[in-house]
């Protein structure tokens, strides 16, 4: 399968300036997974700890952050960042075509699994994107801090689409490129709660409710309903949403979750003139040979795309 509609903007460069880092680092090394899970607790320096099934203390205390980073051993690495759709664990798919890619191109990869998802302890009925949101800050800079990783690629499938800009618009300094995997910004209000039948909504409200959507079931809270709210972006003029960075919008004609039209809303909507939608006969989940390729081919044009201003060196610039 190929690409059959391509839109473009003209691409402008945006400069990610980047100043040293003056804390310390205590402890570096590399931890190894046998199926359990390592807590990382010790080790200061998480940018250098590659692994499995690796634990990043929470910043709230709880429900600590399992996550799988793979450190390219380069002077200037690129980060690759995944964040899959919801209910989805961290190994799948396009994770694991990603993770062999990041490999043989020496760039780092990083895939978590959101507070009540996969080995993530927490109570998915209580799981919100505002959790969601600051995790993977947390995970962002902790693990592909800008003093070590200077060009940051998050790659957002489904929810993870939506993070990846509420990260962008929260943390410019963190976030270098967007390639999104029929992202699904807003779709909390725009699909669920307009196209769901009143008893199911009801249902939701209550508490919890396990909602069949396209081929899929998935846990759909109150307080995920009722925080998103918060989050909203694709509302308000064009040209609003304050993301300067590269973005690659990747979707399907059909999608059976999520209407392609969602991609082109939020290219209206960011201020950057450098997004690029590429729309193919796909469906929602992106998840075969053809679609790993469009999406490796989106993370390089981003990298490529990201033009680096380094304070850190008198004769750069």
């Known amino acids: 399968r190929t690409p059959i509609v391509e839109m473009a903007v003209p691409r402008r460069l945006v400069a990610s300036v980047l100043v040293a880092s003056s804390s310390a680092l205590v402890l570096s090394g590399v931890a190894r997974s046998s199926g359990r899970v390592v807590r990382a607790s010790s080790v200061t320096d998480y940018s250098t700890m590659s692994g499995r099934d690796l634990e990043l203390p929470s910043r709230l205390g709880e429900a600590n952050i399992i996550y799988d980073a793979e450190h390219a051993e380069a002077s200037d690495p690129v ?3 995944f964040l899959p759709s ?75 689409g939506w993070l990846a800009c509420l990260a962008a618009v929260r943390r410019p300094d963190l976030v270098g490129g967007i390639v999104g995997l029929a992202a699904d910004p807003d779709f909390t209000e725009d699909l669920l709660m307009k196209r769901l039948p009143a008893e199911i909504i009801d249902r939701i409200m209550e508490g919890m409710e396990q909602v069949k959507w396209g081929d899929r079931v998935y846990p759909i809270s109150r307080a995920l309903i009722e925080d998103a709210r918060d989050h909203l972006i694709l509302e308000g003029p064009d040209r609003a949403l304050p993301i300067q960075c590269p973005i690659r919008l990747l979707h399907g004609l059909y999608d059976e979750e999520v209407p392609y039209t969602t991609a082109i809303r939020l290219a209206n909507r960011v201020e950057t003139d450098d997004v690029i939608i590429s729309l193919s006969r796909s469906g929602h989940y992106m998840d075969d040979i053809d679609d790993f390729q469009r999406t490796r081919l989106a993370i390089q044009d981003c990298i490529e795309s990201i033009f680096v201003y380094d304070l850190r060196s008198p004769s750069s610039g």
Do not use: Q
Request: net charge positive.
């Open 86 to 160: 919801l209910a989805l664990p961290k190994v799948n798919a396009m994770s694991s075509s990603l993770r062999s890619w990041c490999r043989k191109k020496a760039y780092s990869f990083v895939v978590a699994e959101y507070f009540g998802i996969g080995r993530s302890k927490g109570d998915i009925a209580t799981a919100t994107l505002t959790r969601w949101l600051d995790d993977t800050l947390h995970l962002l800079e902790s693990v592909v801090p800008p003093a070590s990783h200077r060009r940051v690629v998050v790659v957002g499938a489904g929810v993870g």
């Open 79 to 81: 980060a690759v960042v």
